[in-house]
């Protein structure tokens, strides 16, 4: 069985979006494209933009992402929000879901929900119950990685997010991805086939609009 891996940096993966770096050539598998708030550069902006737009209007980039807020980098603020805003126009112009990388910056990026046309998956989500509830409310994707092999809160916080909104992903870890698939069903009472088959259907819905 074939286990989709909704976030990875692993050109060798073989079944997944892979996280593309834009410097490089676009590779020839199923990608995401995007600008991630450490890695903005403010007097080069434009080129790093239209450089984005050009690898999102290939059709093996699936996702725009990552992209988003992060409390913790040197990017300010402002420009962080300026870009992520951008991508999400981006986004909007090709019709296709963003991956969201997000650090402490969760409500704010709730904010920016309503200006994107498409699908909004934040990848790597490890926090409480009380933010994925209101994550879901706002009609966003979760995708949940290695954490949820041993972090008990998060698997409580699991137990609460709708099947129909679940991705999982292997991010940067080193670990098959089909540990957490079986830790993911038994979470949810469903067998491994059911759940894989869902996340497919997922990533259908969000390809979709």
């Known amino acids: 069985m074939e286990f989709f891996d909704f976030h990875h940096h692993k050109k060798t993966r073989p079944f997944g979006i892979y996280n593309a770096d834009i410097q490089e050539p676009p590779p020839d598998f199923p ?25 999102a209007g290939h059709a093996l980039c699936i996702a725009i992402g990552e992209c988003g807020l992060d409390s913790m980098v040197a990017a300010d603020q402002h ?11 981006i986004s ?15 409500y704010e990026v709730i904010a920016f929900r309503k200006k994107a046309e498409q699908a909004m998956v934040i990848h790597g989500f490890n926090k409480k119950k009380g933010i994925a509830e209101d994550l879901i409310r706002n009609n966003f ?17 699991l137990k ?10 292997t991010d940067h870890e ?6 957490l698939y079986q830790k993911t069903a038994e ?21 979709n609009g």
């Open 31 to 55: 990608y995401s494209a995007g600008i991630h708030p450490k890695d903005i550069d403010q007097s080069g902006m434009q080129p790093q933009l239209e450089r984005l737009q050009e690898l």
């Open 79 to 89: 420009l962080q929000e300026e870009m992520f805003m951008k991508q999400i126009r």
């Open 174 to 179: 080193d670990f098959d991805i089909a540990e």
């Open 187 to 207: 979470i949810k009472g469903l067998t491994v086939e059911v759940l894989n088959e869902q996340i497919r259907e997922n990533l259908a819905q969000i390809k």
């Open 92 to 106: 909007n112009d090709v019709g296709k879901p963003l991956i969201i990388h997000c650090v402490r910056k969760y």
């Open 160 to 169: 609460t997010v709708p099947v129909n909104r679940i991705f999982l992903e």
């Open 141 to 157: 994707h979760l995708s949940f990685g290695k954490a949820v092999l041993y972090n008990l809160s998060l698997q409580d916080t």
